[in-house]
């Protein structure tokens, strides 16, 4: 990461630690810093990067401090996850333009990702989903996509902006994303037209209600997924009252925690950005500790992710032969993660839940079934 050094600064609150007496067993005394001597990114399991690129973010702010309030409240914290180590790679300068920044960003992502290190992104406004995206489209890899947001931001305007960043990661040619899905839209801020359209090209979205109602369904969605990103706005105002922009409706906080839970478990999974998060609304800091606590519950899952067994391990699955609708099929479910699996015809398995193998065993056809099915089309 040395060669990277041009586009990041270290964050103040990292600078500050010595003189902050963290205790052993909090994060502030656990988590190293790229600059310190001793960092080795080889011995690394999550790295740190922070980015207040507001410009395009449509409120008129340029660039916040937000990382390091949110890291202010995430060093306080009680390190449980002692098998990992995390490192802080401060914060991306901010460029003489949104693209000069934006190029920092995807620059350090790729350093990240290409030593096979999970990144964890502190932004920011919600376009800078767009360069978690174009690392793997640099790398002319395919890629799964997972966005949690109230809204849909596919604005058709010339410039990439907060709200029409998914318009060039989902339409834009060369494209290497095989499949994306929407977590928490909210129906009356949705155009129904265009989600018709976006249902056509087989990709998902979950209104909030659904969510809300088996927010377990979400992880097998997750589980699949290369990068993920959160956008707080999809957190209802009274959990998050820096969402003055947002809804009264919305993802609970305890629900948020567990999403990205779901995304540390995934297997697949190499980056996670939370954006939309600006301080200077945020009422004691409230929306930060939340932010703070879901990134917990993120590494939370990653420890999860470390114990799954192989499915070729076929004794640490409890086997469930099943026929519905004259589909003879299995799902797996571990011993070790209580997670699913359903065999499709043509003999792979894909991530489902406990909701989908009860849908079957009464017969009926899982909508994730259909929606695997008419992919493979």
């Known amino acids: 990461m040395q060669d990277l050094s041009s586009f990041l600064e270290v964050s103040f609150i ?3 630690r010595e003189h902050r007496n ?4 909090q994060w502030g005394a656990n988590i190293i810093s790229v600059t310190d001597p001793e960092f080795d990114l080889t011995a690394t399991d999550i790295v740190l990067v922070g980015c207040g690129e507001w410009r395009a973010g449509g409120s008129g702010i340029t660039f916040s401090n937000s ?3 949110i890291r202010e409240e995430l060093f306080k914290m009680y390190y449980w996850h002692g098998g990992l180590k995390i490192a802080d790679a401060g914060n ?8 000069d920044t934006r190029a920092a960003l995807l620059a350090v992502l790729q350093e990240i990702h290409n ?3 999970i990144a964890l992104i502190l932004g920011g406004s919600h376009d800078l989903t767009l360069q978690q995206y174009e690392v793997f489209k640099k790398s002319e890899q395919v890629a799964v996509g997972t966005v949690a947001d109230m809204l849909i931001n596919l604005d058709d305007t010339e410039e990439t902006t907060s709200s029409s960043f998914l318009m060039e990661m989902l339409t834009g040619t060369p494209n290497f994303m095989s499949h994306y899905s929407h977590i928490g839209f909210q129906s009356y801020y949705a155009h129904p037209r265009m989600l018709e359209t976006l249902d056509k090209l087989r990709f998902d979205f979950y209104r909030l209600g659904k969510v809300r109602e088996h927010v377990e369904d979400m992880e097998p969605v997750l589980r699949i997924s290369d990068f993920f990103s959160f956008d707080i706005s999809a957190v209802r105002f009274c959990d998050a009252p820096a969402n003055i922009g947002g809804s009264p409706n919305g993802l609970t906080g305890e629900e948020s925690c567990l999403l990205t839970r779901y995304a540390g478990m995934s297997e697949k999974l190499t980056s996670f950005g939370i954006f939309g998060y600006n301080p200077a609304d945020d009422a004691h800091n409230m929306t930060a500790r939340l932010i703070a606590q ?12 470390r114990t799954e067994a192989h499915l070729s391990e076929r004794n640490e699955f409890d086997i469930f032969n099943v026929v519905f609708t004259d589909n003879d099929t299995v799902f797996l479910k571990s011993k070790r993660t209580s997670r699913w699996w359903m065999k499709l015809p043509d003999g792979t398995f894909v991530p489902c839940s ?3 193998y009860l849908i079957a065993s009464n017969d009926e056809i899982p909508e994730r079934w259909l929606r695997e099915q008419e992919r493979l089309m």
């Not at 963290?22 to 067993?25: D, I, R, S």
């Not at 991306?92 to 693209?99: E, H, S």
């Open 22 to 25: 963290y205790e052993p067993l």
């Open 67 to 69: 990382p390091d309030v």
């Open 115 to 117: 030593a096979g290190k």
């Open 294 to 305: 879901m990134i917990w519950y993120f590494v939370d899952g990653l420890l999860v992710r």
């Open 14 to 16: 990292s600078e500050e």
């Open 92 to 99: 991306i300068r901010q460029g003489a333009t949104v693209g």
């Open 354 to 356: 406990y909701n989908d």
